[in-house]
């Protein structure tokens, strides 16, 4: 047992089929480049999360039984859901062992369950209190633990759970023989201060375990979570091979020799891995961002059967950044802009769309809205005149939403809708207008950050030899709505690197105000005002549109009572 | 210590200085009327569900110290978020003993955290190990628990805990003393199925531990939560004593004599309680679901600090009841209608609304979409001529949606979602058109008991000497969105009575094609179809508004998985 092969491919939720014949397609491939044993990622039968797919009937049963069919020449290991032992009792989260001439036999479950941010799984699995042990036929016993289980140990769990896994595999010993290796089955989403993670809590279990600790993630999007890949290996002493990001293909490790490759699946070509004895290659974080949300919008479309997206543009940056991260996933064929000026519509709001339009090769619609503007003013004349100014500046915001979808609708594709993070935090965008759409690409990007994906964007062109698609007018122009004359963010908001730093702080350190008045020396009155409005806008979040989950702490289903935010 | 008050009081998440207001004067009134204990519902303090406040930065310490700051004359147990008691350990879900002269104290914290259907206690609490006993001055132990702690000795939980909090208590005692009563402090969120279960988990415990069992419920609606209230004592005999529903008020119980009363906080009255020795009264299904929405409408924007809504009534059968529950929840002159006719609409269209608002005795607006329909074709006149026809249909339905947040936005008001569950489910709705609204009553109300529901409300006026609201026309015209000419629901859905029966058994028992074909009788590939087309609509529904939650299983945030979908 030398060559080990981690197979980090992209499982679909829901598709076993699929996600089987992928896992023999791949496994077929390391065993022609000599692996002896190969190792899937995290319920990669089922697709991570598979949420309540796991309460429908039959399903866990599916799962188990596509396990046991699949047909391979080495041993594999392979992560899906296992039936529950006894009646009355929640499923578990497995790896299974399939070698061949032997019985298909479950080797460990899950024992720790994250049940906090994006994860769920106190709800859907029982927890198992062992640790896992492969034994081969060569004698050589394999610890086998499953994601969370190796994180316990590194200490990097918001909260300490009462186990440790591999604690309990390092005090492990059959008939005094020690442990080889162990493994680790992994379904651990990206998120943008994660980079480096991953490597620390391998090196954490092999320095303890003191043997290689492997670890094989997912890659590819499912829903709002995106999974950056990065399987690696990391021995006692620090040494570490890891798997490029972003990539599907298998990581083929000879233990011995301390080496490693990488096979792309579908190029049928091989590239190195990172090899590092002190810390890795840490990724630019705009490229690592952009490389992430184009994963999101790709997988979230190919997954649904979607081939185009149509989307608004504005001549601003969101619209801007959006369109090109668009036609970076799909293609510029697959991406359909509209240009919607009213009244209230500055001159280069149109021309610096077709610019950006034009440098991207992308169709740009004209559709301007005076005319239904107008006559949804004469409608709603006798409200307007007594009412809030805000309904009038949402109208216009509501008639582009219904164009965009108008068009969606026509040419089966999939509205993008463009608002960031800071926009969406503070509530500043229109519910069933800029808002419209069924995946939000920048929901999880501060404004600030916005612009450093635009300069990654023209970066990457430049460096291809192509024009930069944002133009500067998009780029330096006061941020803006344009529902109202000479609008401009800053009328209603504080700058947005202020903003940005005060609800950066708020909702993924959980700082209150005085504790981020205390840290920036922004004034109180300030910031309070600012978490004040971002408690009161849950509402409009209840109802927005999935978005690739790249920060820290992104919006999730937790962060949702409308009552409790009247008050505080 | 004879009388014993349960304090059924209507907590607001996150409002902690109103929560500790209501219970320092419901326990003054209790202490009037010779009560010796006073009894909270489940964390009254912060009240119940918390979700992300708990991770709010010193949110929990402010709950316990409002704790500790109670006055009360009166012995009172209150619960309220305990903080952890080490480092890197989660919050505790806690009963706190408040005596007069001494010291206040956690009596104990929840044992049994549910994670299913719409909890997610894991999630935020660290659960405690053993029971919890409050010894009383005069000798008197009682025995504490915590909502859930009761329900797994009724085997009323839809997977067993490894632990039985009331075997506990049962085994439990002081120097030879038994215990002299248990109390158990809820917030056991209502369904339709769900009304004498509670009598079942408290006389199984009341049996078992052979003294009375007093359970204390929370009532009123927070988010998507409804809770009935219905506090209650059972004894070992079976003999029980039952707060009434949906009011906020006092369970006032003396032990010795088996009798109790309750009064009302508001209206200082008192009304009797329902005592039984069997079978508890069970209220007609429709008049408890018409009272369940309408405190659902009526909290949710009480507490949101919104006092009148806006809806559009097209002379259905669905926007006649959310009108008529809206004025039932905010009083006829906070509710506003807007008809909204288009060459598709039938006349009785218009003249149904107007008999429903007329009775209603509310204000509606006509507003045609005939001109900005024609302008809206016009703009979009390339993309209609080729694409697909439902492109053209949706344009009116985000028409009407865009009028009635006009209205609303200018009013200061919220807009009402007025689509039905069977609907949602098939995703016979359009996003941002009848979908749009802040909040929706009939999310969770299949459509064939829509039409019950409008029975109940045309006989609640006639029992009370008005005319009906909801005339014939509207009650037998065929469904229809009236979006092309001649168009019914029934031209593209099975008849409500099959659909409606077949998803009932999909969501709420889980069966699949086979097993519901079975049990019905249907034709599997109709049956088949209607799964396929309720999978692929998680898009819609991931972007639906809060509505309250009544059956015994809601769409929720597990239901989500629009990848999966389009597989399955």
């Not at 409200?383 to 979808?405: D, F, T």
């Not at 501060?446 to 300069?455: D, G, P, Q, R, S």
């Not at 971002?534 to 702490?553: C, I, L």
């Amino acid at each position: 047992m030398t060559i080990v092969a981690l197979l980090q491919l992209d499982h679909t939720v829901g598709d076993i089929d699929a996600n089987v014949k992928s896992i023999e397609n791949a496994v077929g491939i390391a065993q022609e480049n000599g692996a002896d044993l190969a190792v899937s990622s995290e319920l990669a039968i089922s697709g991570y999360p598979p949420r309540d797919l796991l309460e429908k009937h039959g399903f866990v049963r599916q799962c188990i039984e596509a396990t046991k069919s699949i047909q391979v020449s080495i041993p594999t290991i392979v992560g899906t859901p296992i039936p529950p032992e006894a009646e009355r009792t929640k499923p578990g989260n497995g790896a299974v062992r399939i070698i061949p001439g032997r019985p298909t036999r479950v080797v460990t479950q899950k024992q720790l369950l994250p049940t906090y941010d994006v994860f769920d799984e106190e709800r859907y699995f029982h927890p198992d209190s062992k640790p896992g042990i492969l034994r081969l036929l060569d004698g050589q016993n394999i610890g086998v633990t499953i994601c969370e289980d190796a994180w316990q140990h590194a200490g990097l769990v918001p909260s300490d759970y009462s186990v440790d896994p591999i604690e309990q595999l390092s005090s492990f010993s059959i008939d005094g023989e020690t442990l080889k290796m162990s493994l680790n089955l992994s379904s651990s989403p990206f998120h943008i201060e994660k980079q480096d993670t991953r490597a620390e809590v391998a090196r954490c279990a092999a320095k303890t375990l003191e043997h290689p600790f492997l670890l094989c993630n997912q890659v590819g999007a499912n829903d709002d979570l995106i999974f950056d890949g990065r399987s690696l290996i990391a021995w006692p002493d620090g040494y570490m091979i890891q798997a490029p990001a972003w990539k599907e293909g298998i990581l083929l490790i000879d233990i011995e020799k301390r080496s490693g490759k990488f096979l792309l699946l579908n190029e049928e070509d091989v590239i190195d891995c990172e090899i590092f004895d002190g810390e890795p290659t840490i990724i630019s974080r705009y490229t690592e961002l952009l490389d992430a949300i184009t994963i999101g919008v790709r997988d979230y479309c190919r997954k649904s059967g979607l081939e185009s997206v149509v989307l608004g543009m504005s001549g601003g940056i969101d619209s801007a950044v959006s369109a090109a991260i668009c036609v970076r996933a799909l293609g510029s064929k697959n991406v359909i802009g509209i240009s919607m000026p009213s009244r209230h519509s500055s001159d280069h709001s149109i021309s610096d769309a077709e610019f950006t339009a034009e440098k991207l090769g992308m169709e740009l619609l004209s559709m301007p809205i005076e005319e239904i503007h107008h006559s949804a003013e004469s409608t709603l004349i006798h409200e307007l005149e007594k009412g809030h100014s805000v309904a009038a500046e949402n109208i216009q915001s509501r008639l582009r939403g219904m164009l965009v979808m108008g068009v969606a609708n026509a040419r089966g594709a999939m509205a993008i809708a463009t608002g960031n993070k800071s926009e969406l935090a503070m509530g500043y965008c229109t519910l069933y207008g800029d808002m419209a759409g069924g995946y939000s690409p920048l929901g999880d990007v501060w404004k600030t950050e916005v612009y450093e994906l635009a300069k990654a964007i023209n970066n990457e062109a430049k460096s291809s030899g192509h024009d930069e698609p944002i133009n500067e007018s998009t780029m330096t122009k006061p941020p803006s709505a344009e529902l109202a004359p000479e609008q401009t963010d800053q009328d209603s908001l504080p700058p947005y690197e202020v903003l940005d730093s005060i609800l950066q702080l708020h909702m993924e350190e959980g700082l209150d105000a005085d504790a981020i008045s205390g840290f920036t020396g922004l004034d109180i009155a300030l910031i309070s005002d600012i978490l004040l409005r971002f408690a009161n806008n849950e509402h409009k979040r209840w109802q927005m549109s999935p978005s690739p989950r790249v920060s820290k702490r992104a919006f999730g289903q937790g962060w949702r009572q409308p009552l409790a935010a009247k008050k505080n």
